[in-house]
């Protein structure tokens, strides 16, 4: 709960800080909330105007996710031109085409010219392309040509994430004249950390970093100061791979060029810990069988997205029951059994879980390949019966004197040892099997180790237990 000592946004007539937007816990204040809240209810357009029209992106966005649907949709209409569009890319997806399509294409349109190229593309990619072409059409024959470029490229690619605003100048050019350009030419991006080269065909021949410019004289040729740009990034590349690249090299930014070698657009850092951040977020969620859902999606898209795989998951929970069945005379005769089918179960699906994950997140981050996969592979192995000893000898102990009966500890506890080594070895060579077939391994590896867990503990157990009692063991 708020203090009376909070602070009161737009009280005293100043520009909200961070402090007045945020709690100590990161999270929007409930007081600059209900303040917003307040003033939209009230239509008090200048209050708003003076509170949210200069926040942060990043900030705008979190108010409009914080707001009520109406809310949002009645923010935007009184704040008219002075909504900053670019907090559209802060926002779930959901959220951002609830609002766009409340608004007319033409203040989409006029909207769309005063962002940077790379958060139009965001705004528009989702749309339809009826409104998309409708949009565009709009626009600036330049601009428009850009637009269309980018959103032909495919989803998730460097080509839409890419700005094709950069600044670019010929080799024959001097150090003197390219700043005389960057001083006078309104249209050049805001900011931007290296000049690129070109021939008169847009060919990319090198690129010049803003501080070896600063530092060299007016009349020295930008020939004489460039660096290949060793790094170029395709337009097509996968935008996971292109932020890959950024990773390696520590790169600011990067050139992206077409299939020509042309120089098209410049991919920059902000965007790229965007994607890094989204690309985490989808393999975390896609580990938890969810695929690319969203806290603002409604409850059919919800749905939708997690049955899919409750179904399969389904399938494998039945695969398991059919080898308890098998059992069932065994069960019977030994009601302990039942008691105790639980433990082997739960520690084998989590040391699956364990090793999965540490697998599934070197595969996507390059960290496991064909060269070390042997000698992981059999690092998880000795893990897994390491962790099976000891595991399996608490157990076994705990199970023979909770039940009396050493036999029946020493049965738990060497089925214990196998379903860890199974848990590790399907832990691993799971995802990697996925991965070799061109599959995603953070979608299904979680249902189908869990499957291999259960079943191959079951059946050890189970088999065990019916194979000693075959050999005279007395029930419990």
Known sequence: MEGQDDPK????AHEPTHADIYGEDGVIRASFLAHIGAAIA????????QDVGHLHQSELGD???ALLPEQRRALVDLLGADFDFSSLTEVDEAIRLEIVDALPNAQIAQAVQELDSDDAVYILEDLDEADQDEILAQLPFTERIRLRRSLDYPEESAGRRMQTE???VPPFWTVGQTIDYMRDDQNLPDRFSQVFVIDPTFTLLGAVDLDKILRSKRSVKIEEVMHETRHAIPASMDQEEAAREFEQYDLLSAAVVDENERLVGVLTIDDVV???????EEDLLRMGGVGDEELSDTVIDTSRSRVPWLLVNLVTAFLSASVISMFGATIEEMVALAALMPI???????AGTQTMTVTVRALATRDLDIYNAGRVIRREVMVGLLNGAVIATIVGLVAGFWFQNADLGFVIAAAMIINMLAAALGGILIPLFLDRLGADPAISSSIFTTMVT???GFFAF?????????LGYPPA
């Open 9 to 12: 946004p737009g009280a005293d």
């Open 42 to 49: 009230d239509r008090d357009t200048l209050t708003l105007k």
């Open 63 to 65: 108010l409009l996710e």
């Open 166 to 168: 950069f600044v670019a």
């Open 274 to 280: 965007d994607v890094i951040q989204q690309e985490a």
């Open 344 to 350: 082997v179960a739960s520690l084998g699906g989590n």
């Open 454 to 456: 259960d079943v191959i």
């Open 462 to 470: 189970l088999g065990l237990a019916a194979w000693w009692l075959h």
